[in-house]
């Protein structure tokens, strides 16, 4: 197993405690002072290990995509079709696990510091082409290339309206909910013959039923919480 340095532990402890005050407090809310009540250090820990609560942000969001892309890597380990790779990105980008009001709430209120911080719009744009590349070559199988890239912009767009929607309070919605959201608009850029909607319905069912156990197991959540 590959050790990690305690200053790489005590970094990933101060992202998490960040984004645990920016769910509390809101990103105006979230001070220096604040991130260390919650990782029970004092303010000049934090400032020893982040010169400032810009580092710190950018951090969390290094942090929050890297903890999606784990979820999508751990849901591949197990989908052996296009379908349900497909479905592994969609399951991943909804699960319980990074999906609920709190977490959508603080993403909404981080969202606002990107065009602020040249760091953390790298990392955005990053962790958006993720999403693209990984969505375009499944989508491959089901349409020709032109198509698949159009789609998956699309699919893109609207992962994240309704995660905006989510953690704007505009609607109560629930990762159930979510992907059924997403299955709609999906279903209408695929082909949707009956063939098709059995496979993606079995492709569906299937993931899901894997990553309640998988995302939703002791280990991937201390994972979670501290990688």
């Known amino acids: 197993m590959k050790s990690r340095s305690i200053s790489a532990i005590r970094r990933s402890e101060l992202s998490r405690a960040t984004f645990e005050a920016v ?41 929050s995509n890297n903890l999606l892309s784990d ?3 751990e849901l591949y380990r197990y989908a052996e079709t296009p379908y349900e790779r497909l479905w592994a990105i969609i399951v991943a980008n909804f ?30 744009i990053a962790n958006n082409a993720r999403i693209q590349n990984n969505l375009v070559h499944e989508l491959k199988h089901l349409l ?28 109560a919605v629930d990762s159930v909910k979510a992907i059924s959201d997403l299955e709609f608009a999906l279903m209408r850029l695929v082909p949707n013959d009956p063939e098709s909607v059995r496979k993606h319905k079995d492709a569906r069912t299937k993931i899901e039923s894997i990553a309640r156990i998988a995302l939703g197991s002791k280990a991937f959540q201390e994972k979670a919480l501290f990688e």
């Open 23 to 63: 769910v509390r407090y809101g990103l105006r809310g979230t001070t220096l002072e604040k991130v260390g009540e919650i990782a029970g250090v004092s303010k000049g820990v934090v400032l020893h290990h982040f010169k400032d609560k810009s580092n710190l942000l950018e951090a969390v969001f290094r942090r």
């Open 71 to 73: 979820c999508v890597v």
């Open 95 to 124: 699960h319980e696990t990074i999906f609920n009001s709190g977490v959508c709430q603080a993403w909404v209120s981080l969202l606002g510091e990107v065009p602020h911080n040249t760091q953390c719009q790298r990392i955005q």
């Open 144 to 171: 020709d290339d032109e198509e698949a890239k159009r789609a998956a912009r699309h699919l893109g767009i609207i992962i994240d309206g309704i995660w905006s929607r989510t953690g704007s309070r505009v609607e």
